[in-house]
């Protein structure tokens, strides 16, 4: 009886959270249910606390949405920061930067990236945070044509569908990556890059249709 006593008090109580742990496992009720599912009770039964223990951190679910959004496109938007601010490099190896760091991006902003990219623009948060990320492409894409002008990589594929390519493969770690199971970032980065830069040929055999 007592302890039915202490759940309930603690429960009631101000919240024991940190904001950043908060919004954190809210992200992650977002991602587990979907975001328009999720209520402010399914993410107070998350928490273990009331609802109005959560407004002591947020004004509303959207606040918590924004934030969300807001770090994983920034997390994001830094990456072609630094890329398109390299110095003695060439082009194709500002895109590979892209690749390589865009990965590392998405694994250590995991929840948030994930959520970024179930978004259905169906609020004006969600639709600005869409044309942000559309922005990301459009960045990639004048790097891989700034490549192919230098004819650094191959040029018979538009510099939109490889960028879209490159974003496909490694969005895709959203639907499988499991952080908790400790695989290597780096060994990941590498694969993709390996993978987008020389696709599935052997490089050990001799290829068929040179000869």
């Known amino acids: 009886m007592a ?20 919004l ?4 992650r009720a977002f991602n587990e249910y979907g975001y328009e599912a999720t209520s ?6 998350a928490l273990g606390i009331t609802k109005s223990a959560i407004y002591h951190h947020v004004k509303s679910k959207e606040e918590i949405l924004e934030y969300a959004l807001n ?15 390299l110095e003695d490099s060439n082009p194709a190896e500002a895109v590979e930067f892209v690749t390589r760091q865009t990965v590392y991006a998405l694994v250590e902003q995991f ?7 179930r978004l259905r623009g169906n609020s004006q948060v969600e639709t600005e945070a869409l044309e942000r990320r559309r922005e990301l492409t459009n960045r990639l894409s004048a790097l891989v044509k700034t490549a ?6 191959r040029q018979d594929i538009s510099d939109r ?7 496909g493969m490694i969005n895709s770690l959203a639907t499988w990556y499991r952080p908790e199971r400790g695989e290597n970032v780096e060994k990941l980065a590498d694969a993709v890059v390996q993978m987008a830069f020389d696709g599935m040929a052997d490089s050990t055999a001799t290829s068929t249709t040179a000869r």
């Open 148 to 153: 192919q002008e230098a004819k650094e990589i």
């Open 40 to 45: 402010m009770g399914v993410l107070a039964d």
């Open 71 to 85: 770090r994983a496109l920034v997390s994001l938007e830094e990456v072609f920061d630094a890329a398109e601010s």
């Open 24 to 27: 954190s496992i809210c992200v």
């Open 111 to 117: 929840d948030n990236v994930t959520l970024l990219l």
């Open 161 to 167: 569908t490889i960028a879209r390519l490159i974003f």
């Open 3 to 22: 302890n039915q006593s202490h759940t309930a008090s603690t429960k009631r109580g101000r919240p024991g959270y940190e904001r950043e742990e908060l």
